[in-house]
Nanobody
Framework: QVQLVESGGGLVQAGGSLRLSCAASGSIFSVNVMNWYRQAPGKQHELVASITSGGYINYADSVKGRFTISRDNAKNTVYLQMNSLKPEDTAVYYC?????????WGQGTQVTVSS
């Protein structure tokens, strides 16, 4: 079983940067896909970025060129570097991992971007 804990959220001004971390209790090497989702008030979950165990990366169109997902297997941690933040990026961000053994979710971390 893999347990995920997000950190790094907070309040930032538009145009600023923030780095989210997702620390896993177990190795993420064997997890097929790690994802970052977000949910804004009144909206459902949106897939922001994903990275596979083989290093394949994909982003939502709304964050391409601004966000970067990365993985550090030695530290069992996935990161989401968020640059040029916009007020519409305000949401609770969730780390997610998927494998044949299960579907894992963190508790989420709040990101608020002020204008």
């Amino acid at each position: 079983q893999v347990q995920l804990v997000e950190s790094g959220g907070g309040l930032v001004q538009a145009g600023g940067s923030l780095r989210l971390s997702c620390a896993a209790s177990g190795s993420i090497f064997s997890v097929n896909v790690m994802n970052w989702y977000r949910q804004a008030p009144g909206k459902q979950h949106e897939l922001v970025a994903s990275i596979t165990s083989g290093g394949y990366i994909n982003y939502a169109d709304s964050v391409k060129g601004r966000f970067t997902i990365s993985r550090d297997n030695a530290k069992n941690t996935v990161y989401l570097q968020m640059n040029s933040l916009k007020p519409e990026d305000t949401a609770v961000y969730y780390c997610n991992g998927r494998s044949g053994a299960g579907d894992y979710w963190g508790q989420g971390t709040q990101v608020t971007v002020s204008s």
